[in-house]
């Protein structure tokens, strides 16, 4: 069974800094995609950024500069680094790996995002 474990989120003051990891417990190049959606309350979930097998990423508009998804290849691992982070990014960040040929979704528990002073 597929297992998407993030990590990292937390409570923060706007302008500062989180990173959230994503360990997967198959290696992230069996995903088509992997990104990392977010769910505020009373809000639908929505994405926040993907990439590809390829490497190339695609981020929403309203973290375009301040947010940078990465990875590790090695460690089957994704990484969000949040910076600028604003009362907005509140919400709880969830991790996705999709896999085309199987058209099936992964999700990992979730975790809370709070920006706040």
């Known amino acids: 069974q597929v297992q998407l474990v993030e990590s990292g989120g937390g409570l923060v003051q706007p302008g500062g800094s989180l990173r959230l990891s994503c360990a997967a417990s198959e290696s992230i190049f069996s995903f088509s995609t992997m990104g990392w959606y977010r769910q505020a309350p009373g809000n639908q979930r929505e994405l926040v950024a993907l990439?590809?097998?390829?490497?190339?990423?695609n981020y929403a508009d309203s973290v375009k500069g301040r947010f940078t998804f990465s990875r590790d290849n090695a460690k089957s691992t994704v990484f969000l680094q949040m910076n600028s982070l604003k009362p907005e990014d509140t919400a709880v960040y969830y991790c996705?790996?999709?896999?085309?040929?199987?058209?099936?979704?992964?999700w990992g528990q979730g975790t809370q995002v709070t920006v706040s002073s």
């Open positions: 996705n790996g999709y896999r085309a040929y199987a058209l099936r979704n992964y």
């Open positions: 990439i590809n097998n390829g490497g190339s990423t």
